[in-house]
């Protein structure tokens, strides 16, 4: 499995975007750290990327009442980064559609 999961495109994380054009979101691996994150972003998609933020989110537990009773579970958790490109780069997540 790689780094990078999938890009997170979200209501929030596009206001962020378009307040500051050159961040963007990536679901990532729980394991991986900034540098890696940083040198996946790079390398596919052709960009350089100036910092990177990272926050891991615990799974929340969720229950839900039933007919047959209490179905309880729980969330995975992930992490998220946030990369920040250099200046006048952009990334199209939707070029390929």
Not at 35 to 59: F, P, R
Not at 60 to 68: E, F, G, L, Q
Not at 81 to 97: H, P, Q
Request: proline share 3%; charged share 25%.
């Amino acid at each position: 499995m790689g780094i990078i999961i999938k890009p997170i495109v979200t209501e929030k994380l596009t206001a962020i975007t378009e307040k500051t054009p050159n961040r963007f979101g990536f679901r990532v691996s729980p394991d991986a750290n900034k540098l890696e994150i940083k040198k996946a972003v790079e390398s596919m998609y052709n960009v350089s990327v100036v910092d990177v933020n990272t926050m891991q989110y615990s799974g929340k537990r969720k229950s839900r009442y039933t007919k047959s009773g209490i179905v309880s579970g729980r969330q995975t958790a992930f992490k998220k980064a946030i990369v920040t490109l250099k200046e006048g780069e952009v990334i199209d997540f939707f070029s390929n559609i």
